[in-house]
T-cell receptor, first 115, second 116 residues
Framework: NAGVMQNPRHLVRRRGQEARLRCSPMKGHSHVYWYRQLPEEGLKFMVYLQKENIIDESGMPKERFSAEFPKEGPSILRIQQVVRGDSAAYFC?????????????FGSGTQLSVL | GQQLNQSPQSMFIQEGEDVSMNCTSSSIFNTWLWYKQDPGEGPVLLIALYKAGELTSNGRLTAQFGITRKDSFLNISASIPSDVGIYFCAGLDPESNSNSGYALNFGKGTSLLVTP
């Protein structure tokens, strides 16, 4: 059973370009979360999605950031007009639901570097 | 989200020693989780705690959910070199939106270095 798959592992963008980060949840998981990690910091929650629905985007910056989880295909985190401060590791996690004891599994992350 | 404070920030120990680290919050949590992160990888769940006072073990790891629901600790016994990594605590805020799923609050981590 494959784990949470994220690609690319590393992404380099120049200021002003767009970054698209992809996440395929574990098989059977319909809940996807995106977290951001700055150097020497813990992970910060960004957005929680179920298929075709954004459930909680309280951690997402209001501008330039968007996320989707279509009926078919991976979840996408999109950052438009990137700036240097967007440089971070972006982690996706999935779970089968939100009941107690249903665990959250993380992918290996995408390291975004903005030049 | 609520800030979690982890201590110590880093630890440098010899193989075979026991390790203890903790996590505190100014507000209560109803779930505490401990993760380990290796360089360039995502966090991996070590132990999950769901009830105040709960003490749970996973091999050489033991974690407890504090009675006040504002703290948790993680102990590692007889450390080995592969224990090296960053250990994060994470909590689920009971004040958060009931639909927010696993919108976890993470601490800044305890970095553990083990010398042979």
């Amino acid at each position: 059973n494959a784990g949470v798959m994220q690609n690319p592992r590393h992404l380099v963008r120049r200021r002003g370009q767009e970054a698209r980060l992809r996440c395929s949840p574990m098989k059977g998981h319909s809940h996807v979360y995106w977290y951001r990690q700055l150097p020497e910091e813990g992970l910060k929650f960004m957005v929680y999605l179920q298929k075709e629905n954004i459930i909680d985007e309280s951690g997402m910056p209001k501008e330039r950031f968007s996320a989707e989880f279509p009926k078919e295909g991976p979840s996408i985190l999109r950052i438009q007009q990137v700036v240097r401060g967007d440089s971070a590791a972006y982690f996706c996690a999935s779970s089968p639901g939100t009941e107690l004891r249903e665990k959250l599994f993380f992918g290996s992350g995408t390291q975004l570097s903005v030049l | 989200g609520q800030q979690l404070n982890q201590s110590p920030q880093s630890m440098f120990i010899q193989e075979g020693e026991d390790v203890s680290m903790n996590c505190t919050s100014s507000s209560i949590f109803n779930t505490w989780l401990w993760y380990k992160q290796d360089p360039g990888e995502g966090p991996v769940l070590l132990i999950a705690l769901y009830k105040a006072g709960e003490l749970t073990s996973n091999g050489r790891l033991t974690a407890q959910f504090g009675i006040t629901r504002k703290d948790s600790f993680l102990n590692i016994s007889a450390s080995i070199p592969s224990d090296v990594g960053i250990y994060f605590c994470a909590g689920l805020d009971p004040e958060s939106n009931s639909n927010s799923g696993y919108a976890l609050n993470f601490g800044k981590g305890t970095s553990l270095l083990v010398t042979p």
